[in-house]
């Protein structure tokens, strides 16, 4: 038995689109589970009074390059520029928590941020949330419906509460084995850093 | 005849510890050239209102946790905690401008880090500054007065507005033919680029 990376994001994060779309083959390939873990990262941000680059425009223009060039890298398609700044990304990301609780997590989250990368449909608005949804083999009417429950609002809350207390401060994160590491650039470190483990105590 | 990749960096920015020491190496493999580019950072944040996680302890926090681990990957040895944060940096930066021009600017620079993150005196101030000058095979007498003058200090400003001339906001930062890159860990991407152009490019 070995232990999973828990994969801590939130759909509205520019650079997560490099993880989501990254993730489960590097960790397919080193023979480590991923739990997908959304969680709301503008509630952290308020709190810590931080954002995206919000007041930092040279960084903002940087990000966007560097996403561009990043994407080529990685052989990945992007039509920038995309819709941004979002608006209300709640919705999604609510969805992305009954999708992980119910195991379509991962291509929910891969058809959302595809949609807004390549087919520019802004994340977190329609018609990019249920047509996700039916990528990954849901019934929008149905998941919607759910989403919008108390319960369902809370399990996000309650994942958000859950990241602060590790000290998660952006998206993407990863966490192997207590080690937190953050940015899409240090995929492949939380994963060897898990398969080293694992391989040093083999089940 | 190839372009160079210019270096861009002050000194008393950690994660630029991790570019410095590896920069060599990387460039050399690759067959690129480097130009070492010493501007002062301290200027440019003040003016962007921006600054080393000033505010952001959680950000602060996870950058020594994750300079520990990059330079174990990397072979790297250091004796976290440093000291930090350091005192003024204006005269270490001026230095490194004057080694820039008289060819001992990465010998120096490079001595000042490992005496920062290995022997733990602080960058910028004594006995680092004269004990790297030293090493750098310079005599730290010499280097001092001649560092002192408004000549070199008129350098050290003239860099800093080539740097934010275009778009640099932080260390260590990366230019390759125009592009700019930012952060150690995009140090291979920056290299690569350049070798990229010149296979396609030769002679």
New interface residues.
């Given amino acids: 038995m070995t232990a999973p990376v828990d994969f801590w994001f939130s759909i509205g994060s520019p650079y997560t689109f490099l993880a989501v779309m990254r993730l489960p083959e590097v960790a397919e390939r080193a023979g480590v589970d991923v739990r997908w873990r959304p969680f709301d990262l503008r509630a952290i941000q308020a709190e810590?009074?931080?954002g995206p680059f919000a007041?930092?425009p040279?960084?903002a223009?940087?990000m966007w390059?560097?996403i561009e060039?990043?994407a080529a890298?990685f052989g990945l398609p992007v039509r920038l520029p995309i819709p941004y700044p979002l608006a209300d990304l709640a919705l999604a990301n609510r969805v992305a928590v009954l999708a992980a609780k119910e195991g379509w997590c991962s291509a929910y989250t891969i058809a959302t941020y595809r949609r807004w990368f390549v087919d520019r449909e802004p994340a977190g608005s329609e018609p990019n949330i249920s047509r996700s949804i039916e990528e990954a083999g849901q019934d929008p009417v149905r998941v919607l419906k759910q989403a919008s429950t108390g319960a369902v609002a809370e399990a996000l809350n309650a994942a958000t509460s859950e990241a602060k207390k590790i000290?998660i401060?952006?998206s993407p994160s990863f966490v192997a084995d207590g080690?937190?590491?953050?940015g899409h650039?240090?995929l492949e470190?939380a994963i060897e850093w898990q398969h080293n483990l694992d391989q040093g105590n083999p089940g």
């Fill in positions: 810590a009074n931080d007041d930092k040279l960084k223009a940087y390059r560097d060039r990043r890298k000290d401060f952006g080690e937190l590491f953050w650039d240090r470190d």
